[in-house]
């Protein structure tokens, strides 16, 4: 074993433990970003990254893990049904975010590692839509490892050659102190009824923090609700999650206040309201569920009710050091340099 490697394995072995490290910051660990990238999954294609926010915690990398966009002009993505996957991995000490070039080959400066190389396959959960924003982070690449020194910015380098389709695959992504919106963040909670039109009636946040223009948006889309029916939108504060005989769900919120819509011939209902800015609403639950007039119910209570909803309003997205380059073809050397935008990942 060389004295570099004995001395490398050493430190690692001393350092406290940087397990999960989201990036490219910490506030996208629980908070959806404002952007939605198709690269690298979707079809043949090369994505580099380059990460300049952990400087200063050295660890040792042995998987990186991305995950599905939960919100894109707010509606959940498609389902990805059992795709496949080949592609290859490589993370290098690389060159600053700010002398970052189109050139894939020039940004990395040494201490390449080819960590991945095979075939993956999209997790069964993403066979059906995300029920939460931001979505888990379920995609990971375990790998060989890569140590850190946590000095100077890294890149991590995915090249993809096949795909069994060519299905869109949205991952999370952000932009560097993007000034105009920030999405929701939801969790639903439980599965609405199915009703005699439209199939489950699910309610799913699509609100926005609207930056500079002082207010934050409450809004929400409903899907499959009773065909042009009445609907009332109730958001409490807490949750109650109890039985009403003659339900067909459980009553979710306890509702401070009830607001009235219609759905259209679709089943769809986008109901909203503004409050001001406050940095007192950031982070705080809204509990939520819509019940719809459904005549066609067999249960006593010809009301469809759809899943719950926990809603939180977020703050507006921090700057970071993070950049990445993409192009369409894997043998291209050079791509489009862009460098505020990353996708959501985690190191561990």
Not at 140 to 167: C, E, I, K, M, N
């Amino acid at each position: 074993m060389t004295t570099a490697l004995t001395a490398a394995l050493t430190l690692a072995t001393s350092l406290p433990l940087f397990a999960q490290t989201v990036s490219p910051s910490l506030f996208y660990a629980t908070r959806e970003g404002d952007l939605s990238m198709p690269y690298v999954f979707s079809q043949p294609s090369r994505m580099q990254q380059i990460h300049g926010d952990l400087v200063g915690a050295p660890q040792l990398f042995t998987g990186i893990t991305f995950r599905r966009d939960g919100i894109s002009n707010g509606a959940a993505h498609a389902a990805v049904p059992g795709k496949t996957i080949t592609l290859s991995l490589v993370i290098a000490d690389s060159v600053g975010i700010g002398a970052a070039t189109n050139m894939f080959a020039s940004n990395a400066t040494g201490n390449a590692t080819t960590v991945f190389s095979g075939t993956v396959a999209t997790p069964p959960s993403w066979a059906v839509p995300a029920r939460s924003a931001p979505s888990p982070l379920d995609f990971r690449l375990p790998h060989s490892g890569w140590f850190y020194a946590g000095t100077g910015a890294f890149l991590w380098d995915a090249t993809t050659t096949a795909t069994s389709d060519v299905q869109r695959v949205n991952l999370d992504a952000a932009q560097s102190g993007f000034p105009l919106f920030s999405w929701c963040a939801f969790d639903m909670r439980g599965i609405g009824c199915p009703t005699s039109t439209s199939g489950e009636f699910e309610l799913r946040g699509s609100g926005q923090n609207l930056g500079g223009l002082g207010a934050y948006t409450v809004k929400v889309t409903a899907l499959g609700a009773p065909t042009s029916a009445s609907c009332a939108w109730l958001v409490g504060f807490l949750p109650l999650n109890t039985n009403v005989p003659g339900l067909c769900t459980t009553l979710w919120p306890d509702p401070a206040a009830s607001l009235t819509t219609t759905s259209d011939a679709t089943g769809r209902a986008e109901p909203w309201f503004q409050v001001p800015s406050n940095p007192l609403w950031l982070g705080v639950n809204l509990e939520m569920q819509m019940f719809a007039v459904d005549a066609g119910s067999p249960w006593p209570i010809p009301v469809a009710g759809s899943n719950g909803l926990s809603y939180r309003v977020e703050a507006m997205a921090p700057a970071f050091p993070v950049g990445s380059l993409v192009t369409g073809t894997p043998t291209n050397p050079t791509g489009s340099l862009l460098t505020t935008r990353a996708a959501v990942v985690q190191f561990d």
